[in-house]
């Protein structure tokens, strides 16, 4: 005999998204305490005039992680942090981000990554993120003269000492951590003093950034938006390709890239990972790069700012790719709307003939949109600035990047080429391209 039950069956839960995704969380918006003369970002706050506090609200916060954890569809939610300075939000806002991500965590495994200039951090800050396992980024541009370049504070004045102490902190609380460094104009002729540099304070894992802005035209400029926004591929051909005083020339970082990969494939494989080379090596052995500016597509990494807006990518915080709003739309229907979807495959599907038909197309893909401003060889606009540098630096590595793929292939650490005559990897004089790995289409 079977009996009918009197309690209602549960509702079924929020849909997750179709594939995982990432939010850059900016919970202060652009608000910082130091003004770098390259920052991008600080000009967002002209985007919300009539903010006169630009700290997270609860309602936010709490809507954001309930919300973005439902929303992955994987076991592991990582969470990130950035700004603007988040450290100007105190530890307590914090500490209620962490409550909340244990009220609704689900049974998932929850992850922080923290990105700072690390100059407010204290003993307080310390023990919270090491209690809470947090990974720091801390923002550093090399050794004080190239530091200082650039990364002042509201007042003009330098920041390395107040950046070194704030790393001695966490040091000191044993708080993981690793690097992101900008290559700029000035440090990007430094290669490897620079790496040098990181590697003596410390950082196991790098992470290089090149500073690549143009200047708005005067219409935009009168908004307050004084950057230029990434190209409209449509309108390309008007482009105006002067970059700001401070990017980083594309020879310049192809040669940075090409002297600092020098030294760590000789020393420093399995101790000192630098995202650029773990991406290569990826995109070598057909695996995911890791990278969103050296994967096929994108589309799957964007921006929340501190009112719940939603943009499609970090470098994309313009009202034209503004998605909604969390609090009254939901956070999968704009991960996976149709023009975030369209957004994303547009990477590949505007490359130019030149892009398409290179052989080292499989480790670039075209690297970042934002950067496609200039002209292919035959007059076709979309031609990413840094193409020349990218170039250089992937025919230099493919000697190394194959022998690594071969020693993985034969389930050998990529460390062990660090025992291998230098001759059997060693750069080819000739000015061929990087040939395609076998497995690529």
């Known amino acids: 005999m079977s009996t009918q039950s009197n309690t209602p069956f549960p509702a079924p839960g929020p849909k997750p998204a179709q594939a995982a995704f990432h939010l850059m969380t900016k ?24 903010d006169r506090n630009f700290r997270m609200r609860p309602e936010v916060l709490e809507t954001y992680i309930r919300d973005y954890i439902a929303a992955q569809p994987g076991p592991t939610v990582s969470f990130a942090w950035q700004g603007g300075e988040p450290t100007l939000l105190g530890v307590a806002f914090f500490r209620e981000a962490v409550t909340l991500q244990q009220r609704y965590a689900d049974g998932k495994t929850i ?44 007042g003009g004045a330098p920041t390395f000492d107040r950046v070194m102490a704030g790393l001695a902190v966490l040091k000191k609380h044993r708080v993981e951590f690793n690097t992101l460094t900008t290559v700029h104009r000035k440090n ?14 410390g950082s196991g894992y790098i992470q290089f950034i090149p500073i690549v802005e143009r ?19 449509e309108e390309a051909e008007a482009l105006d ?59 799957r990494g964007l921006a929340l700012e501190h009112n719940g807006d939603v943009y499609s990518c970090d470098h994309y915080v313009y009202p034209h790719y503004r998605l909604g709003n969390l609090l009254n739309t939901s956070l999968v229907e704009m991960v996976d709307s149709p023009s975030q979807t369209q957004f994303g495959r547009a990477k590949s ?33 979309g031609l990413n600035y840094l193409c020349a540098g ?34 059997q990897w060693m750069p080819s004089r000739s000015n061929s391209w990087p040939r395609r790995p076998s497995h690529q289409p």
């Not at 935009?220 to 926004?229: I, R, V």
């Not at 130019?352 to 950067?371: M, W």
């Not at 250089?392 to 005559?421: C, D, Q, V």
């Open 27 to 50: 919970p202060i918006g652009s608000l910082c305490n130091l003004e770098c003369s390259y920052c991008f970002y600080l000009e967002k706050a002209h985007l919300y005039p009539n």
């Open 111 to 154: 992850e922080n990554a923290f990105q700072t200039n690390g100059t407010l951090l204290d003993d307080e800050w310390g023990e919270f993120l090491v209690a809470n396992r947090f990974l720091v980024g801390i923002s550093i541009d090399g050794p004080r003269h190239l530091h200082d370049a650039y990364r002042v504070d509201r």
């Open 188 to 201: 990007s002729v430094q290669a490897l003093e620079v790496y040098r540099f990181l590697k003596k304070i």
């Open 215 to 233: 200047p708005a035209p005067a219409a935009t400029a009168a908004s307050g938006l004084w950057l230029a926004p990434p190209p409209d591929h």
């Open 241 to 299: 390709h002067h970059v700001t005083p401070w990017s980083v020339r594309p020879a310049d970082f192809g040669n940075f890239l090409i002297q600092i990969f020098d030294e760590w494939v000789q020393h420093d494989v399995g101790k000192v990972f630098v995202q650029q080379f773990d991406a290569a090596l990826a995109n070598w052995t057909g695996q995911p790069s890791g990278i969103c500016v050296f994967n096929e597509n994108c589309g």
């Open 349 to 381: 599907a505007t490359l130019p003939r030149y892009c398409r038909e290179c052989p080292v197309r499989f480790a670039c893909h075209g690297e970042c949109p934002k950067h496609r401003f200039i002209s292919t060889p035959d007059g076709e606009p």
């Open 390 to 423: 990218y170039k250089k630096f992937f025919l230099h590595i493919e000697p190394a990047m194959n022998t690594m793929a071969a020693l993985l292939g034969n389930s050998m650490a990529p460390a062990a080429i660090m025992t291998l005559p230098r001759a």
